[in-house]
């Protein structure tokens, strides 16, 4: 799979990104594109210009206090909390910084955070930062966090989003179908790559890839 991808440009940012084409399996659904985010993820100047690219996707009167980073994104949310301070985006934190976190998960698969850092959440005005959003159940399962411990919910930044919104919440991606129009998502009970027998590729979360 290393050297079938394809990288896609868009505007906003010299940053590529990386796609395979086939059938793939993810936690909750069957995908026609493996979205390789391994660099953007690590490598700093790619993570760097994938978060100022989110960044100039936010309005100036945004209040941001906390960036809560999923699926490994916490080196993009770093760089994306010093864009944010340095274009002079508002915090109300005392220190007049941004606070980037991840969250744990608990045994149900419920987003969770621990006492010390339930304060970096309630009362705070919170942005999520995720590498993907295809058939939004991770991001329905942040919004309900930030609502249960109390945080005021700004938005949800993404690498790449094959939608527009989740639940109302408006989703500020770097790349969407814009870039692959042809790019679908399937319910693995009705998946059509499946009922053609086109065997599955690999294995795909915000991890990585495992090939079958």
């Known amino acids: 799979m290393e050297n079938t991808y394809t990288k896609i440009h868009t505007m906003g940012t010299e940053t590529a990104l990386k796609v395979t084409p086939g059938h793939f399996a993810t936690n909750h659904s069957h995908t026609n594109y493996y979205l390789d985010m391994t660099t ?7 993570a760097q210009g994938i978060a100022r690219a989110l960044a100039g996707l936010y309005l100036y009167d945004t209040v941001i206090d906390t960036i809560i980073c999923l699926e490994g994104t916490e080196v993009i949310g770093a760089f994306l909390a010093e ?109 059509p790559l499946c009922k053609k027998g086109e065997p599955l590729r690999a294995l795909v979360n915000a991890f990585g890839y495992s090939k079958l």
């Open 40 to 46: 953007l993820k690590a490598r700093t100047n790619e």
């Open 83 to 191: 864009e944010l301070a340095k274009n002079g985006f508002l915090s109300m934190n005392r220190h007049k910084t941004i606070y980037v976190v991840s969250p744990e998960y608990n045994s149900n698969s419920q987003i969770i955070f621990r006492d010390n850092l339930v304060p970096m959440i309630r009362g705070k005005h919170v942005i999520v930062l995720t590498a993907s959003v295809t058939t939004g159940l991770a991001v329905n399962k942040a919004l309900e966090c930030i609502q249960y411990y109390g945080g005021i919910m700004q938005g949800v930044s993404a690498v790449f989003s094959a939608v527009d919104a989740v639940d109302g919440v408006k989703i500020q991606a770097v790349f969407g179908k814009k870039d692959i129009p042809d790019y679908e998502f399937y319910d693995y009970r009705q998946c």
